[in-house]
């Protein structure tokens, strides 16, 4: 069974459309994050949730939005999509906000035309 | 805060120690240093972490220098499947209990036949 799991694994896209990337856990963890990975494979944090509540919110333009409907579950829905958008989003988890290890899901590559 | 640099890139013969240096000249006191690997654009894998002790898992050992400014991944018998960008990271405490992680541009690890 995967244990963080993301869909689509690929979106490809136009200027201006709405999107959402979608991720789901397995693990019974109650921190769930956000990162994405640039074209030069530079891995950021934006976003973390720890049971349903936002702790992390890094400097990421409004059109982005996560949700989390349970802890298990954190989505990004992304508005106005732009091409600075294009990248590769991961999901990852951990047991507690202070838990030393990430789970990664494999990547939802966005690319905006 | 604090960063990482690495060698963008290394070769290594399989069978060999793999030694991937890590300087964090300046990291705080109460931050760790973590490693994890991406293979081939999966999501990033954990690795070992550490404060100040040298440390060892079944996947390999970290060696931390004196004053914490830099460190060491070893792997040490690379194989094939070892071939992946390994990532040396500061983990940076926020609030109540949050922490975030800090990527560097990672170490393009080849481990060579």
């Known amino acids: 069974d995967t244990a963080v799991s993301q869909t689509p694994k690929y979106l490809v896209t136009q200027m201006g459309n709405d999107k959402s990337i979608k991720c789901e856990q397995n693990?019974?963890?109650?921190?769930m994050y956000w990162y994405k990975q640039d074209s030069k494979k530079f891995l950021k944090i934006m976003f973390s949730?720890?049971?349903?509540?936002?702790?992390i919110n890094e400097t990421v333009p409004n059109r982005f939005s996560p949700k989390s409907p349970d802890k298990a579950h954190l989505n990004l829905h992304i508005n106005s999509l732009e091409l600075g958008d294009s990248a590769v989003y991961f999901c990852?988890?951990?047991?507690?906000?202070?838990?030393?290890?990430?789970?990664f899901g494999p990547g939802t590559r966005l690319t905006v035309t | 805060d604090a960063k990482t640099t690495q060698p963008p890139s290394m070769d290594c013969a399989e069978g060999r120690a793999a030694n991937l240096p890590c300087n964090h000249s300046?990291?705080?006191?109460?931050?760790?240093v973590y490693w994890y690997r991406q293979i081939h654009s999966q999501g990033p894998q954990y690795i070992i972490h550490?404060?100040?002790n040298n440390e060892t898992n079944e996947m390999a050992s970290l060696i931390i220098t004196e004053d914490r400014k830099s460190s060491t991944l070893i792997l040490p018998h690379a194989t094939l499947r070892d071939t992946a960008v390994y990532y040396c990271?500061?983990?940076?405490?926020?609030?109540?209990?949050?922490?975030?992680?800090?990527f560097g541009t990672g170490t393009r690890l080849k481990v060579l036949a």
């Open positions: 990852a988890s951990s047991l507690d906000r202070g838990s030393y290890e990430q789970y």
């Open positions: 550490g404060l100040k």
């Open positions: 693990l019974g963890h109650d921190t």
């Open positions: 990271i500061v983990r940076a405490p926020l609030r109540s209990g949050t922490y975030k992680y800090i």
């Open positions: 300046t990291i705080s006191g109460n931050e760790y």
């Open positions: 949730y720890n049971n349903k509540e936002l702790i």
